[in-house]
């Protein structure tokens, strides 16, 4: 059994940046990762990033996010710049443990026009 802490969501405004942490209860040696869901919308990959540090992130964020991770703390953050109304959603911790996927509590992130 795996718990995710996540912190640091809030309302900002378009053009703005937030920076969210995930805390894991385990040592993590697969994948960890950010996820989101808007309103009415599927769960998406936002990004994520393996042990070794190789990257992935969804095409609407390339450029805009970058997603770390502390082997030795557990944690992975994801750092969120130029943000755009588009970003609004409930945004997930995800970290693949054992072959299992866990996943955070969700923490809001809105972004105002």
């Known amino acids: 059994q795996v718990h995710l802490v996540e912190s640091g969501g809030g309302l900002v405004q378009a053009g703005e940046s937030l920076r969210l942490s995930c805390a894991a209860s385990r040592n993590i040696f697969g994948s960890m990762g950010w996820y989101r869901q808007a309103p009415g919308k599927q769960r998406e990959l936002v990004a994520s990033?393996?042990?070794?540090?190789?990257?992935t992130y969804a095409d609407s964020v390339k450029g805009r996010f970058t997603i770390s991770r502390d082997n030795t703390e557990n944690t992975v953050n994801l750092q969120m710049n130029s943000l755009k109304p588009a970003d609004t959603g409930v945004y997930y911790c995800?970290?693949?443990?054992?072959?299992?996927?866990?996943w955070g509590q969700g923490t809001q992130v809105t972004v105002s026009s």
């Open positions: 990033i393996t042990r070794g540090g190789i990257t």
């Open positions: 995800n970290v693949v443990y054992v072959d299992q996927n866990y």
